[in-house]
């Protein structure tokens, strides 16, 4: 894979996409922003002129799809997108890779890959869980979800989506909440330290162990 290809690829997926009708529009945006993600990544692993661009790549490459809304900041979260969820298409995942890699067409890919995960959706295979995060979670509540470093928190706010249908407003604030319950209960923890550490000087200052007059 070069630049050139890369810029076309991510077109090509743009515009196919914009053609498939889906559950909703969220599902195509989720879908379009993982594989351009899978772009992303792949290039600066494996491109052979990827040295060229460096640090300069997402501007680069804004500059010159000409997408609206796909700006360098938002090129950056497709490629965290899809370092976050490297699976979320499930078995599917696998032959998407060697099928981009190796430049088939991308039309002829993008059937054959949602092909095999619609039948691991209905299969209810081991991948069943990542194809409901697919169908049941927008993408504007994944771009919430990659901001948490924490695997186990994530995860637990994906069930909740799934089971709660919360809004996005909604996620925001129960994260915010959880965040702050958390650094709360650090700060008292923090403070029960310190008091049973006083204490303990106090403690051992009655009993003759520790000189407070003296400057340590």
């Known amino acids: 894979m070069d630049f050139i ?12 996409l914009k053609q498939r009708v889906f559950k909703s529009v969220n599902s195509v945006l989720t879908i379009r922003n993982w594989l351009i993600g899978f772009y992303i990544v792949e290039f600066q692993q494996n491109g052979k002129d ?8 997402l501007e680069k490459l804004a500059s010159v799809i000409k997408i609206k ?11 965290q997108f899809y370092q976050v969820y ?18 088939k067409s991308l039309d002829i890919s993008i059937n054959k890959i949602f092909g095999t995960a619609t039948q691991d959706f209905q299969n209810q295979s081991e991948s069943y869980q990542n194809m409901g995060m697919l169908f049941s979670i927008s993408y504007s509540h994944f771009v919430e979800l990659i901001k948490i470093t924490d695997d186990m928190k ?8 799934v089971k709660t249908h919360s809004s996005v407003k909604e996620l925001k604030r129960q994260i915010a909440t959880l965040s702050s319950r958390v650094s709360r209960a650090h700060r008292i923890e923090a403070d029960t330290c310190f008091v049973l550490q006083a204490g303990l000087i106090i403690y051992s200052a009655k009993r003759g162990q520790i000189d407070l007059s003296r400057k340590y």
Do not use: F, V, W
């Open 5 to 16: 290809h890369l810029k076309n690829g991510i077109i090509n997926i743009h515009e196919t």
């Open 50 to 57: 990827r040295a060229q661009y460096g640090d300069n790549l």
């Open 69 to 79: 809304g796909l700006t360098a900041p938002e090129l950056s979260r497709c490629r």
């Open 86 to 103: 490297p699976r979320i298409l499930g078995t599917a995942s696998q032959e998407l890779k060697e099928l981009m890699i190796t430049q």
């Open 154 to 161: 994530r995860k637990y706010y994906e069930l909740l989506i």
